[in-house]
C-alpha cells in the first residue's frame, strides 16, 4: 500500500525558512511525478512544486526563487526548501505524487500525504 508521510512544518515569523520532507514507501519511487499542493482555510487547493522523473521541475509564480522542490531517489523522499517566506505562505501542504503529470497538474494524483501545516505570521 502506498504512502506518503510529509514532516517539517511549524510556525516562523515573515522571512523565516522551513524545509519540508515526504517519506514515500510501498511504490516505485523513481518513476513517480512528484509534487506539492497547499490549502488555506477557505481557499481552493492550490499547486505549489512538481519534480519530474528526470529532476525537471515546475513552480508557482508567486514561488518562484523562493521555493526549491529536490528529490533523493536513494532515500525515497520528496522535498521542498521554502525561504523568505511571507504569510500568504500559509497553509497545508501535501505531497504527492503519480506516474501521469497530468493527473499531478489536475490535482488528481493517486497519492496523497496527509499534509503537514505551515504558519507564517507577520
Known amino acids: 500500500q502506498p504512502r506518503l508521510l510529509e514532516s517539517g512544518g511549524g510556525s516562523v515569523q515573515t522571512g523565516g525558512a522551513l524545509k519540508l520532507s515526504c517519506a514515500v514507501s510501498?511504490?516505485?519511487?523513481?518513476?513517480?511525478?512528484l509534487g506539492w499542493f497547499r490549502q488555506a482555510p477557505g481557499k481552493t487547493r492550490e499547486r505549489v512544486a512538481f519534480?519530474?522523473?528526470?529532476?525537471?521541475?515546475l513552480y508557482i509564480d508567486s514561488v518562484k526563487g523562493r521555493f526549491t522542490i529536490s528529490r533523493d531517489n536513494r532515500k525515497n523522499t520528496l522535498y521542498l526548501q521554502m525561504n523568505s517566506l511571507e504569510p500568504e505562505d500559509t497553509a497545508t501542504y501535501f505531497c504527492?505524487?503519480?506516474?501521469?503529470?497530468?493527473?499531478?497538474?489536475?490535482?488528481?494524483?493517486?497519492?496523497w500525504g496527509q499534509g503537514t501545516q505551515v504558519t507564517v505570521s507577520s
Open positions: 504527492v505524487a503519480d506516474q501521469y503529470p497530468s493527473k499531478l497538474w489536475d490535482g488528481n494524483a493517486d497519492y
Open positions: 510501498g511504490v516505485r519511487f523513481s518513476s513517480l511525478i
Open positions: 519534480i519530474g522523473d528526470d529532476m525537471s521541475t
